[in-house]
């Protein structure tokens, strides 16, 4: 981040504004909106800026701009079409430690001001360096239309019993169950249609019964192939609520993100054959944390019960009598056949798909062959890339032709991902001279052969 997001107390700022034309107008009625004393100096002002002084609202000095108009300012705007001017401005400004924006001139601004959705006391701000204006519009816009126009009132009703939960409540854990109780529930909904009293007396109540006690939980969650945007709405918002996440080598880096900022991170990732954390251990992990009253999200890649080991986890949950939900994810061969462009139970070539693991162990796979080598049939192999010459190799034993289409799909969805095609014949060479790297699925079939034409993600 080039740009340090901060929110500024404005009770005893003092702020500058050079120049009083339309531009400047729009910066003081942002300013406005806050307790800053504002200054406007010009020899000539726009309307706006002569009504609000006219009303009070700031000091207008009608002449050219002097040094000494920076004595005792905290921040200084500057909007004036005179290009020399904001650049004395600025300079002698930084030359005194005073915070100044030339509006419209990146280059000349020690500090840029966000784009605002104001549901105040909750004030979202966001930027984007001033690199791409029209995207941060759009994104403003979408979070307008996102948050309610009445937030405002919840985040007032939560200023207004702050104190009084926190006396009764002393436990910042507590504290925490007990808001994201009210503001998920009816007494939110009470807040949001203006049902004021009733919602006063529930909060009350509630703080009176003392139901702010949790227990832990355990949330294991799917995080789906690597793309965020694959993500379901309710892991994110479980992700959200997490006091802890478990996650492992799979879920990608900008999913993490999205992981609620101050739950610790709990790292139990594994490499083929370098279990970080034994499974066991894992297991017990996650009943030990939610016995300790923590919500636990579990975050595995792709799918929890598609080769995640997911039951294993939650049969030892059970046996501590641990409370835990299940949240689907994409898995990896869904995810890979979307963005590859393989529909992998296109009619007119398969009628039936299996999601095969390709582990080898002791140099073999143990798997029904003869089963798999079946013409009509797809299949995706999980963990087959140092298997991948006994499998092609298997499946021509149990009857399938050399020239059965094969693909290697590498980090799929994600901006890395890498398709590589070809057949029996040639996969493995062609995999080689590709570096195709873990994590990669291998599809097999001739739903394979429909790539080249419906291909359409991360084509180059
Ligand atoms: N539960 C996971 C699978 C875990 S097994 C799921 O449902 O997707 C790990 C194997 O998944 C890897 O060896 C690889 O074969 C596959 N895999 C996971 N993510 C992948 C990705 N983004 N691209 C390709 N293969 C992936």
Known sequence: MQYFPIFLDTTALNCLVVGAGEVAARKIELLLKTHAKISVVAPWACDTVLRLAAEGKLHLDNRPYASSDLNGKKLVFVATDDSTLNAQVHAEATAQNILVNVVDNIPLCQFITPSIV?????????????????????????????????????????????????????????????????????????????????????????????????????????????????????ALRLMQKADVVVYDRLVSPEILELVRRDAEKIYVGKAKSNHTVPQEDINELLAKLALSGKRVVRLKGGDPFIFGRGGEEIETLVGHGVSFQVVPGITAASGAASYAGIPLTHRDHAKSV??????????????????????????????????????????????????????????????????????????????????????????VGSVVSLQSKLNWFAKD
């Open 118 to 234: 104001d549901r105040s006391p909750i004030v979202i701000a966001i930027s984007s360096g001033g690199v791409a204006p029209v995207l941060l519009r759009y994104l403003r816009q979408k979070l307008e239309s996102l948050i309610p126009q009445k937030m405002s009132l919840l985040g007032q009703f939560s200023e207004k019993y702050r104190e009084l939960v926190k006396q009764k409540l002393s436990s910042v854990t507590a504290r925490r169950f007990f808001w994201e109780d009210v503001l998920d529930g009816d007494i939110a909904e009470d807040v949001l249609t203006g049902n004021h009293q009733q919602a006063d007396r529930k909060l009350l109540a509630k703080l009176e019964s003392g139901d702010a006690q949790h227990k832990g939980e355990v949330y294991l969650v799917g995080a789906g192939p690597g793309d965020p945007d694959l993500l379901t709405f309710r």
């Open 354 to 443: 299996v999601f095969a693991t390709g582990h080898l162990r002791d140099n073999t796979i143990n798997l029904n062959w003869q089963g798999l080598a079946q013409p009509d049939q797809t299949i995706v192999f999980y963990m087959g890339l140092t298997g991948l010459a006994i499998i092609c190799e298997k499946l021509v034993e149990h009857g399938l032709p050399l020239s059965t289409p094969v693909a290697m799909v590498q980090n799929a969805t994600t901006q890395q991902q890498k398709v590589v095609t070809g057949t029996f014949a040639d996969i493995q060479a062609k995999a080689e001279a590709a570096g195709i790297e873990p994590p990669a699925l291998i599809i």
